[in-house]
């Protein structure tokens, strides 16, 4: 199952438990992955390279760096898919989403998931979104 030979997966989460697990399932999706433990790291990654995809924590070293890193990921690539991971539904009860016009004018990011996701979830959100930036 290697249909995203040739590309690139940036992964930006301080849980290095996460970042393992995720580099593995994109590992066995094809992708070369990239990986970042904090909002500074994955900034200077994005100078150096553009990846295909990119998939972020919400709250690492700030409450909001996901957003942060998101925002400027779409401007300077502005065609790499972004996913924000989080677990701030299960922390704090707040429910964020990426669904509403409103909701995507502030979070800059094409799709929003809870952590604690099946395998099969992402795989197919991260097939939807490469399928609809080729096609």
Known sequence: MEQFKNMTALIADD??????QLSLQLQKMGFKVLIAESQK???EIMEATKPDIAIFDLMMDNK???FILSYKMKKKYPDVPVIILSAVTSDTGMMFGVNTDEEK???KADCYLEKGLRTEQLEKEIFQLLNK???
Do not use: L, R
């Open 133 to 135: 930036e080729h096609n």
């Open 105 to 107: 004018a502030w979070i």
């Open 15 to 20: 849980d290095v438990d996460m970042t393992t």
């Open 64 to 66: 909001d760096s996901g």
């Open 41 to 43: 790291e994955t900034e």
